[in-house]
C-alpha cells in the first residue's frame, strides 16, 4: 500500500516535470511556432491521409459530404472522418495552430512546408500490392514524395534550418488494416500463398526496410501506430462474422499477432540505429475497449457506423451525399462510416497517442 502510494506520487512528479520542461520549450521556441516539435511529417493510409487521394484516380476518396461534415467549415477534405483525425488531434495538442498540408495538394508549397507535410494515401499499406490494386500511393512511392519535399524544404527555409526541421519533426507512420481487409483476407491468391502469420512477416519486413530508409533520410522521432482489432470493425463483423454481431475473434488474433511482430522489430531498430527515438502508438487497445464498452466512455453504438448502413461498404461509395439512414450527430457513434473511427473517438484514440507519444518529444 504505502510503495504504491510512493511510487504513484513519483509517476505524478515525473509527470509534472515533463510538463514543465514541455511548457519551457514552448517558451524557448517562441518564434515564429510556439510547437513542440517544428513540424509533423506523416506517411500511411486513409486513418490519415488529408486529401492526397483527392489527386488519384481511385474510388478510395472522401472529399464529398457528409465526409468532413463536423470538420472546420464543414469542409470534406480528404478526410475519412465526419472531422478531426486521431493525428490532427495530436497536432492541436503539440500547439500546432494549422495542419501539415497533404504533398499533392496546391497547398503543399512555399512557407506551408515549413510545419511538414502529409504523405499518406487512403488504401496504401505495407504490402505494396495493396496500394497497387487501389490506385493508391505505395510507402516507397510516399518516400520518393519525401525526398522531393526535402528539397523543396531547402529552398523555402535555406538547408540549416530545414536540416534542423527534417531531424526535430515528428515522425507518424500509420498503416497496414488495408493489407488484411481490403486485400489478404478478400484476395483468393495471397491467401493460398501465406498463412496470416507469414503475411504478417512480410509487412513488418516492409516497415523494418521503410524505418531503415527514413532513419537514413533524416528522421529521428518516429511513431508508428499498431493495427486495431481488425474483427471489431463494423465492416468486417459483417463480411466475416458468419452472422455473430459480436468482434470476429480470428481477425483480431490476426492484428494482435502483427502487433507483437512490429514490436519486436522496433526493438531491434532502436538497437540498430543509435540516434532514433521510435514510440508505438498502441490503437488496439484503446479501440478494443471502446468497441466492447462503448458506455463507459460515452458511447452508445459501436456495431454500426453513422454514414450510409455504417456496417458493410469497405469503399466508400455507399457513404456518399445520397447516402440514406445517415446518423444526425456522430458523437455517441465509435465509427463514422464501417471503417473508419468518428472524430468523437478519435479523441480518445489521440489522448492514448499523445502519453505513448512524449518520449519522442520531451
Ligand atoms: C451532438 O451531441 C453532442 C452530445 O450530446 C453535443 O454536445 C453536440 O453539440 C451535438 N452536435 C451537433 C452537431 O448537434
Not at 121 to 143: C, E, F, K, M, V
Not at 203 to 222: H, Q
Not at 280 to 296: G, M, R
Request: net charge neutral; hydrophobic share 40%.
Amino acid at each position: 500500500m504505502k510503495s504504491g502510494a510512493v511510487s504513484c506520487n513519483g509517476w505524478v512528479a515525473a509527470a509534472a516535470l515533463l510538463l514543465m520542461s514541455a511548457c519551457f520549450l514552448k517558451v524557448q521556441s517562441q518564434a515564429p511556432s510556439t510547437a513542440l516539435v517544428p513540424a509533423i511529417i506523416t506517411f500511411g493510409d486513409s486513418t490519415v491521409d488529408v486529401g492526397n487521394n483527392n489527386h488519384l484516380s481511385t474510388i478510395f476518396k472522401a472529399n464529398f459530404p457528409p465526409y468532413g461534415r463536423d470538420f472546420k467549415n464543414h469542409e470534406a477534405t480528404g478526410r475519412f472522418c465526419n472531422g478531426k483525425l486521431a493525428t490532427d488531434i495530436t497536432a492541436d495538442t503539440l500547439g500546432f495552430t494549422a495542419y501539415p498540408a497533404a504533398y499533392l495538394s496546391p497547398q503543399a508549397s512555399g512557407k506551408n512546408l515549413l510545419i511538414g507535410a502529409n504523405f499518406a494515401s487512403a488504401a496504401s499499406g505495407y504490402y505494396d500490392g495493396t496500394a497497387l490494386l487501389y490506385h493508391a500511393i505505395s510507402l516507397p512511392q510516399q518516400l520518393e514524395y519525401y525526398k522531393e519535399y526535402q528539397s523543396k524544404l531547402a529552398s523555402v527555409a535555406g538547408s540549416t534550418e530545414a536540416a534542423t526541421i527534417i531531424s526535430e519533426a515528428l515522425y507518424i507512420l500509420s498503416t497496414g488494416s488495408g493489407d488484411f481487409v481490403q486485400n489478404y483476407y478478400i484476395n483468393p491468391y495471397l491467401n493460398k500463398l501465406y498463412s496470416p502469420d507469414e503475411f504478417s512477416s512480410i509487412l513488418v519486413g516492409s516497415f523494418t526496410n521503410f524505418i531503415n530508409e527514413l532513419y537514413k533520410l533524416g528522421a529521428r522521432r518516429i511513431g508508428v501506430t499498431t493495427l486495431p482489432p481488425l474483427g471489431c470493425i463494423p465492416a468486417t463483423i459483417t463480411l466475416f462474422g458468419q452472422g455473430s454481431n459480436g468482434c470476429v475473434a480470428r481477425l483480431n488474433s490476426d492484428a494482435q499477432s502483427f502487433n507483437k511482430k512490429i514490436s519486436s522489430a522496433v526493438n531491434s531498430l532502436t538497437k540498430k540505429l543509435p540516434k532514433l527515438r521510435i514510440a508505438i502508438f498502441d490503437i488496439y487497445q484503446p479501440l478494443y475497449d471502446l468497441v466492447t464498452s462503448p458506455s463507459k466512455s460515452g458511447f452508445f453504438e459501436a456495431r454500426r457506423g453513422c454514414c450510409g448502413t455504417g456496417t458493410v461498404e469497405t469503399t466508400v461509395v455507399l457513404c456518399n451525399p445520397k447516402s440514406v439512414g445517415t446518423c444526425a450527430n456522430a458523437t455517441g457513434y465509435v465509427f463514422w462510416d464501417s471503417v473508419h473511427p468518428s472524430e468523437a473517438a478519435n479523441q480518445i484514440l489521440a489522448d492514448s497517442l499523445i502519453i505513448e507519444g512524449i518520449v519522442l518529444i520531451s
